[in-house]
């Protein structure tokens, strides 16, 4: 047989998607297998065995993608094992893990991005990130006064910081190790202690992993079913441009589920992987059954029905938004200002995402956004007419329909700096959809809203005239 038949290069040009893309996705795939030998020779074994299995498993899959570029991985979580193992949970391991990993993503992302998307060492040392910094607050948690703590920092303390082995298994645990998703070290060496098991058996988790791996193939073929319809290059054409409005609307929204789908649908496979390995375990429903959304990184019920923006936020990358919850928004109450907080959250966010000016002006959009509906909803509940007019039966059905048509094509909006990166590529593409979203979120604060207000300040002190 041809050699090059059996190339991912072969393969890659034959789908019509880069070389890059194919081995992460076959990767995401791996992760089955891998977590199938796990359960058959691996499963209750000693501690460090497992922990060789996830290293040895780890870095090939890092090595097939990236070469010996994923030595850049290993260097960081060298260099935090040893900040945690000399200065412990103090403050300053916190800090120097922070700046240390923060600071050598951001220099990669300055040297090796390009103005696309990139598929480089880059992406599985966004996650390490994450990882390295929570073990550093998990440790400092774990010297502080009980008392003092959150119940979730409680539940995610570490007294002993971790050992060598311990530290380079969860950081190439193959399931997760290249995109996620997040999951603290506690959860991690409860796994390996067996907290998770069925007794001597492993977990029962295959349907549940059979399920998840069903629903990411099925949002794969979606994903490339819109790109039959919708693709950043026609988003950026004349054609586009020159389509009529309602159907540049559609179109928007249908692009963005495009955009999103990619990402879930990753996120499906893997956290299937995940949870045939057994390490998404969450405890017992209401039934006496096991729950395996322990890693649940999307919420599938909450995504398609979404009629606010918060909801995308609770339902898309849980678990990095669970991260910074813990991590940084909640470590700044500090600061008494939780608009101040999610702003500074929001900047973390954007600097861990990479250098281009479009993941600052996707997360600037997703501030406003939310202080438009958070102020909406603030005029509504303290407007005795407005309220119950929008509790009115009769008006539900509608605006059902408006809102979810809303948050449909302006989350296409939203993202699509995130998509193009730079100023000179999503700018075009701004004006071919005819700055619609500019329009109605940034002049919210400075026309709409006061408008809105004097209105009704005007037609209530009239009701209130007439009453009397």
Not at 57 to 83: A, E, Q, V
Not at 442 to 451: D, E, G, I, M, R
């Amino acid at each position: 047989m041809d050699s090059s038949f059996t190339s991912v290069s072969y393969w890659s040009s034959k789908i019509g998607t880069t070389e890059p893309a194919l081995r992460l996705l076959l990767t995401v795939l791996y992760g089955y297998p891998l977590a199938l030998l796990f359960r058959k020779c691996v499963f209750n074994k000693a501690p460090i065995a497992q922990h060789l299995y996830f290293i040895t498993t780890g870095l090939i899959l890092g090595y097939w993608n990236y070469g010996s570029d994923i030595c850049h991985c290993i260097y960081s979580t060298i260099f935090t094992y040893f900040t945690l193992v000399i200065l412990k949970g103090t403050l300053y391991s916190v800090v120097i893990t922070f700046v240390f990993n923060l600071g050598y993503l951001i220099i990669g992302y300055f040297y090796w991005s390009t103005v696309s998307y990139d598929i480089n060492w880059t992406m599985p040392h966004c996650i390490l990130t994450l990882k390295l910094i929570g073990v550093a607050f998990d440790l400092y948690d774990g010297h502080q006064p009980v008392e003092s703590l959150s119940a979730d920092s409680k539940k995610l303390a570490l007294v002993h910081p971790p050992n060598i082995f311990e530290l380079f298994g969860f950081v190439f645990f193959p399931a997760a190790f290249l995109i996620g998703p997040q999951f603290s070290m506690k959860r991690y060496l409860e796994f390996i202690g067996g907290h998770y098991n069925n007794g001597d058996e492993p977990p029962n988790s295959v349907p549940a992993a059979v399920r998840k791996l069903l629903f990411g193939l099925f949002y794969l073929a979606v994903f490339q079913l819109l790109g039959f319809f919708v693709t950043d290059d026609y988003l950026i054409s004349d054609a586009f441009g020159n389509l009529p409005f309602y159907r540049k609307m559609i179109l928007l929204g249908m692009w963005g589920r495009f955009t999103l789908y990619k990402y879930i649908s990753c996120w499906l496979l893997t956290e299937g992987a995940c949870i045939l390995f057994g390490l998404s375990q969450n405890g017992k429903d209401e039934r006496g059954e096991t729950r395996w959304d322990g890693l649940e990184n999307v919420k599938l019920h909450i995504f398609e029905n979404t009629t606010e923006f918060n909801h995308y936020i609770k339902s898309f990358n849980v678990n990095t938004n669970n991260w910074i919850a813990q991590y940084v928004y909640k470590r700044l109450k500090f600061l008494g200002d939780r608009q101040l907080s999610q702003i500074f959250s929001l900047l973390f966010l954007a600097v861990w995402h990479g250098v281009h000016s479009g993941y600052y002006m996707c997360f600037f959009f997703e501030f406003v956004v939310m202080y438009m509906e958070r102020d909406i909803k603030s005029i509504v509940k303290s407007d005795v007419y407005l309220k119950s007019f929008f509790a009115s039966p009769k008006i539900q059905l509608p605006l059902q329909i408006v809102l979810r048509m809303y948050t449909f094509v302006f989350m296409g909006w939203c993202v699509i700096p995130l998509v193009f990166l730079q100023y000179p590529r999503y700018f075009p593409v701004y004006a071919n959809c005819n700055y619609v979203g500019a329009i109605l979120f940034l002049l919210w604060p400075v026309v709409y809203a006061p408008l809105v207000r004097f209105l009704l300040k005007k037609y209530g002190k009239r009701n209130t005239e007439k009453a009397q």
